[in-house]
């Protein structure tokens, strides 16, 4: 009797509850300078029509700085923040000379880049502008 | 077996054939009435004289759309009713919101739907949309019945300066564009409003114009050329270049009118050219300066010949402005 007790015993010890941890979502890394890959307005395909190649932005952990502006959501330097640092679906923009600027916000992952897709208008509030930046080499 | 399956097969087209002919109502716009003309800002008001012919019963609603310039906003400012043979008083009617889908339209929505089957009216800018209306209520129609319907539509104009060619549909909400004989539509000639601004000319084609319509110098503007509207000092130009000034807000008047790269223009073929440009760049615009307007020609390689409104001497004006 000792001895089947003792077994049972053993099998419930032997037994450990898994813990599944759910996979997390990764933080969205917008650190490092990103290029402008395609730019349309109103639908209509600008890329290789408006010379948006020398255009950066630089992203660090809360700032950013732009080289080369071509219109753009915001045309001054400034702090930049996430909605939702996991789940983010707006982009902020603070220039140091006026107030917030926000666009919704895509991430796809493209041929194996991660390309952010922003939309926003530089001048007339109808005419809609969509940029997709990728990180630059 | 296979005489069986031929038979079977040949009863069900025969059937689903025999269903759609019986469940429809054909639909004419027998006639339109509408002003050559109004001020701007003032009511257009029109009336189309319908007839709706049946083969069976049917329960629909009646839909009205109208082909109107985008800027009019018709959407927030028109009001149409209708009076009928198997009505009593004033209908109302309610605009479709876009997005849904019309019936037997394959899923597009009712404004894409007509833009795909009808047209554009033969307006030559882009800024032109449907704008498509539903009864409030719907109606029961008896077979083989002759109704007819006086559509009473009254739009608010905006203050523009603008001619457009009108267009106008009606239809029902069970048949849609199903087929030409289900629906009625009319296009108009050249209607004219007598507005504030530059004329925004949907009818004649342009020598030269700017795409956005509307924008201000910090938008992206593309002015394109097209030399083949009309013989020009242009007709026979290798390439072309933009001569351009900017009014700026304080009455300035900003020139760059060279022959260099940044105001060449690309060819588009057929004596067309192209050129994209950003205002506050071109003009090297500080924060503070902003501009009204440009006043545009367009000139060969030497700067010799210069191509301006209607082919002349004056310039093309465009005005900074948004809706």
Request: proline content about 5%; aromatic content about 12%.
């Amino acid at each position: 009797m000792f001895f089947l007790s003792a077994i049972a015993a053993l099998v419930l010890l032997a037994c450990k509850p898994e813990r599944l941890v759910a996979p997390g979502e990764p933080v969205k890394a917008l650190s490092g300078s990103w290029q402008i890959i395609k730019a349309t307005r109103n639908g209509t395909d600008l890329t290789n029509r408006f010379d948006f190649g020398n255009f950066r932005i630089h992203f660090t952990d809360s700032s950013y700085t732009i080289d080369s502006l071509v219109p753009f959501i915001v045309s001054k330097n400034g702090k930049w923040a996430f909605d939702d640092p996991t789940y983010p679906f707006q982009l902020s923009f603070t220039p140091a000379d006026s107030g917030r600027k926000s666009s919704p916000l895509l991430y796809p992952v493209s041929a194996g880049q991660r390309n952010i897709i922003i939309t926003f208008s530089p001048g007339c509030g109808l005419n809609s502008y969509q940029y997709t930046l990728q990180k630059a080499n | 077996m296979e005489r069986n399956k031929y038979w079977s097969w040949a009863w069900k087209i025969g059937g689903a054939a025999l269903l759609f002919v019986v469940a429809a109502c054909s639909m004419s716009i027998d006639n339109v009435v509408q002003p050559a003309s109004v001020n701007g800002g003032d009511i257009l008001p029109v009336t189309l004289n319908v007839t709706i012919t049946t083969n069976t019963a049917q329960t629909s609603n009646f839909m009205v759309a109208v082909l109107v310039p985008k800027i009019w906003n018709t959407a927030k400012n028109a009001t149409i009713t209708f009076t009928s043979d198997i009505s009593s008083g004033d209908q109302g009617m309610t605009v479709i919101p876009a997005g849904t889908p019309a019936p037997q339209g394959g899923g597009l929505d009712w404004p894409t739907l007509l833009a795909t089957r009808l047209g554009n009216g033969g307006n030559l800018l882009p800024d032109y949309e449907w704008v498509a209306f539903y009864s409030n209520s719907s109606y029961s129609v008896a077979g083989n019945a002759t109704i007819h319907a006086t559509v009473s539509i009254k739009i608010k104009t905006s203050p523009d300066n603008l001619s457009f060619k009108l267009g106008y549909c009606v239809a029902n909400s069970t048949d849609g564009l199903s087929s030409s004989d289900r629906y009625g539509s009319y296009f108009g000639g050249c209607f004219q409003v007598n507005g504030t601004g530059d004329l925004i000319d949907f009818c004649n084609p342009q020598l030269a114009n700017i795409d956005p319509r509307t924008s201000l110098d910090n938008d992206i503007i593309t002015l394109t050329f097209d030399g083949g509207v009309t013989p020009t000092a242009l007709d026979n130009a290798s390439s072309v270049y933009l001569c351009v000034s900017g009014i700026t807000d304080t009455g300035d008047s900003l020139s760059v009118c060279e022959q260099t790269n940044r105001t060449k223009m690309r060819s588009l073929g057929l004596n067309k050219w192209q050129i994209d440009l950003w205002p506050r760049k071109l003009f090297n615009l500080s924060d503070n300066k902003h501009l009204t307007g440009l006043r545009y020609f367009f000139t060969d390689a030497t700067g010799g010949s210069k191509v301006g409104y209607g082919g002349g001497s004056q310039p093309f004006t465009y005005t900074f402005k948004c809706q």
